[in-house]
C-alpha cells in the first residue's frame, strides 16, 4: 500500500493495519503505571516503523498518542513521487492546525515536493496557494516538523531559519 493510503485511514483502520504490542512503562507513576502493560509498541511493517509510547497511565491513552506518531512518522520519513494535481490545501486562510485529521497528509505532501527541489520551501507553498512564510508557520507548529525542515535546509546547503 502507499503512503498516501495509510494517512487516508482513520485511526481504528490504521490500528487494524498495525501491529500492538504491550508492555510495563517505566519511570514515575507509581504502582499501577509498574504492574500494568499500559505501555504500547505500533508497528508497521510496510515501512519499518515502530512507534513506542507510555506516557500515559491507560493503555487506550498511549495507544492514540502512538498512532498520532505513527502517522506523522510516515508523514516525515516516508518519500514518493509528488503526485499531480497536488491535494488542496486543508486549510483555510493559510492556516492548518496540527488537530486537523488531514495535517500529516498535508506535511507528507510539503516534504514530498520539497525532496524533488532540493529543500526549497518556495515551491511547496505555491503548489498550495501559501506564501513561503505561512507555510513554515504551518509547519513550526510540530516540533518534528521543525527539525525535519531545520534538517532539510542543512543538507541542502541553505541556511536554517529562525523558529
Do not use: W
Request: charged share 20%; glycine share 8%; net charge positive.
Amino acid at each position: 500500500m502507499h503512503r498516501d493510503t495509510y494517512l487516508k485511514m482513520t485511526l481504528d483502520e490504521l490500528l487494524r493495519a498495525c501491529t500492538l504490542r504491550g508492555f510495563q512503562g517505566s519511570g514515575p507513576g507509581g504502582q499501577h503505571r509498574n504492574k500494568t502493560n499500559t505501555g504500547v509498541l505500533l508497528t508497521l511493517r510496510d515501512f519499518n516503523l515502530e512507534i513506542k509510547s507510555c506516557e500515559g497511565r491507560s493503555a487506550h491513552e498511549n495507544k492514540v498518542h502512538a498512532l498520532h506518531r505513527m502517522q506523522m512518522a510516515l508523514a516525515l520519513q516516508v518519500r514518493e513521487a509528488p503526485q499531480v494535481p497536488e491535494m488542496p490545501f486543508p486549510g483555510s486562510n493559510g492556516h492548518l492546525q496540527p488537530s486537523n485529521a488531514l495535517f500529516p497528509l498535508f506535511v507528507a505532501h510539503v516534504f514530498d515536493i520539497m525532496a524533488t527541489r532540493n529543500g526549497d520551501t518556495k515551491a511547496a507553498a505555491a503548489a498550495f496557494g501559501l506564501t513561503p512564510s505561512a507555510l513554515v508557520k504551518i509547519l513550526r507548529q510540530d516540533k518534528a516538523c521543525a527539525t525535519k525542515l531545520q534538517g532539510n535546509r542543512k543538507q541542502n546547503g541553505q541556511r536554517t531559519l529562525k523558529l
